[in-house]
């Protein structure tokens, strides 16, 4: 197995090795990587931060040596879009992205880069309000399958960088972040902001989540990212007129309490 890293704003991950297979995940720039398999153009990968396999193009990926895969600390951009530049060459990343800090330098394929808009920090405090802003800042954003960006983003995937910009890594899809461990909230009049809902198809399965505001609203990526009305039911598209997901629990990770 080899190192890889995302050095790119964002690369795609499908499903199969073809480029017309469905993008199942996304990674965005600083994003590690266990490369475990390779056909043709094509590395199959295993995300470091949540064990999630998908494939990515061979000349997407940077394999990385030992000097690159040596651990700095990082810094994550908290704006829509962070620019950076080097020389006469910029790179522009997005919202959720781990840039590498080396002084007052931010490394970027080795050499150092210049922040020129945007602005990055530490991981905030992990608290339940914290997750919840950060889910309200990417407000509007549109859905896409497989998606981790403002620019395109799922139910699951706004959970996890939601829960990224707080320090902690939660798995990538809604079934497998209903199964990592946490506290069970019986009520949703007993649910804090940051707390998390689970809504199942009519098989029992879970498919959709969203973060709960504890003021009886939903911040979830339906269509888009939305806030919506919810109780005991499930989620209420008021411009629908009718419930739209139904729920099934509500998890509290961490200390996500405000």
Same mark, same amino acid.
């Given at each position: ?30 994003? +590690? ?142 079934? *497998? *972040? ?36 504890? *003021? ?5 990526? @339906? ?14 598209? +008021? ?15 961490? @200390?996500?309490? @405000?």
């Amino acid at each position: 197995m080899a190192a890889g890293g995302c050095f790119l704003s964002m690369i795609p991950v499908r499903a199969e090795p073809s480029g017309k297979s469905a993008m199942v995940n996304q990674l965005l720039f600083g994003d +590690r990587v266990l490369v475990i398999e390779s056909v043709d153009d094509w590395y199959k990968i295993i995300t470091l931060h949540d064990n999630y396999e998908g494939w990515c193009e061979s000349n997407q990926l940077v394999l990385l040596t030992d000097e690159a895969n040596n651990e700095l600390p990082v810094r994550l951009v908290n704006d829509i879009t962070a620019s950076f530049a080097s020389d006469s060459n910029t790179i522009t990343l997005v919202f959720g992205s781990s840039v590498p800090v080396q002084g007052n330098d931010y490394i970027i394929n080795l050499k150092p880069w210049q922040l020129v808009n945007g602005h990055l920090m530490k991981p905030l405090e992990f608290n339940g309000i914290n997750v919840l802003n950060t889910a309200v800042k990417l407000m509007g954003a549109p859905y896409l399958w497989g998606g981790r960006s403002p620019f395109g983003i799922d139910c699951s995937g706004l959970i996890q960088i939601a829960f990224k910009m707080t320090g902690m890594n939660l798995p990538r899809d809604a079934w *497998q *972040q209903a199964d990592y461990p946490g506290e069970f909230i019986d009520l949703i009049a007993e649910a804090q902001a940051g707390d998390i809902a689970f809504f199942d198809n009519e098989e029992g399965i879970i498919k959709h989540t969203g973060i709960l505001t504890g *003021q009886g609203t939903i911040v979830h990526a @339906s269509g888009r990212v939305r806030m919506d009305p919810v109780d005991h039911q499930g989620i209420f598209n +008021r411009e629908l007129g009718k419930y739209t997901h139904k729920l099934r629990l509500i998890k509290r990770f961490g @200390s996500s309490k @405000s």
